[in-house]
C-alpha cells in the first residue's frame, strides 16, 4: 500500500513550470485564503480586547499605529480583496460560465486590477474617516 | 421538481469518496455567498473605528443590528476558513494521522474563535446598553 502511494505520479512541478496568469492566480488565493485565517484569529482575539479593557487593547492600538502594523493591515485588505473577486471568479465557474481560455486570462487580470483598486478605495475612505472632525457617514452616530 | 447535483447511485448512498458526498463543496459556496455583503459592510465599519478607542468600537458593534452582522461574519468566515484550510491540509499532509489531527486542531480552533468573537460582541451590546464599563 505504501509503496503504491509513493509511485503515484506527482503533479504539477512547479519548478518546472513557466508561471501562467492562471497558475499563480490559483496559488495566489490559496496563500491568501490563509493569510484571511490568520486574520480573523487576530479579528477574534482584537473583538475579545475591546471587552477586556484598555490595557489589553492598548497593545493593538499601538501595533497597527507602527509601520509594520500598518503594512500589515494593508497587505490584509488587499489579500481579502483578492480573494474575494477572485471568489467570485471561481463562483461563475461553479455556475459553468468564463471556461474559455481568453475569459480565464482576461477574468484573472480583472481580478488583479479590482482588487488593487478596492484596496486603494478602502484606504482612502479610512484615512478621510480616521479624524473626528470628518462628517462621512461611517463615522456619523460614532463620533464621541 | 427537485434539483440534485448527484447522480442515481450517489443519491442512493448520499456519499462521494469523501463519505461525506458535496456537503463540504456546498457548504464553501454557501458561505462565500454569504460573505460577499457581509465583507464589505465589515471594511466599511472598519475603516470608521480603526484607530480608534474602545468606546467607539463598543458604540459602532455593540448596536443590535451590527452586532448580528459581525457575528454572522465571524461564524461564516471562520466556518469559510476552516473547509478551505481543510483542503489545504488534505492537498500538502499525505500522512494519514497527521491530516486527521491537523484538520482536528483546525476545526477545535475554529469552534473556539467563534464563541470568542460571539461572546465578545454580545458583551458591546451589553456594554453599550448597561454601561458596565
Redesign the interface.
Known sequence: MVSY?KKRPLSPHLQIYKPQITSVLSITH?MT??A??LG??G???W??A??L??EY?HPF?YF??TSIGKLA?IGW?WA?FYH?CN??R??AW?AGYGFALKTVTWSGWLVVAASLIFTLV?WW??AC??CYSCHCP??T??T? | MTFSTKGPVGRAKGLGSAHEGTTHWWLQ?VT??A??PL?LWF?????????K?????????GDPLSAIA?STL?VA??YH?VL??QV?IEDYV?CEWRKLLFIWIVRF?GFF??A??VV??L??VL?RFMGTD
Do not use: N, Q
Request: include cysteine; charged fraction near 10%.
Open positions: 502511494v490559496r485564503g490563509i484571511l485565517a480573523f484569529v479579528i477574534a482575539f473583538l475579545f475591546v471587552i479593557g484598555d487593547y492600538l497597527f499605529s493591515l485588505t481579502l474575494m471568489g467570485v471561481h463562483l461553479d478602502a475612505f479610512g474617516c480616521g461611517a463615522t452616530g460614532v464621541p | 459556496r462565500a455567498v460573505l460577499l465583507t471594511v466599511i465599519s472598519i475603516a470608521a473605528v480603526a484607530g478607542e474602545r468606546e467607539v468600537v463598543i458604540s459602532w458593534f459581525l465571524m468566515g471562520i476558513a478551505g484550510i489545504v499525505s480552533l474563535l467563534s470568542l468573537a465578545s460582541t458583551v458591546m456594554i
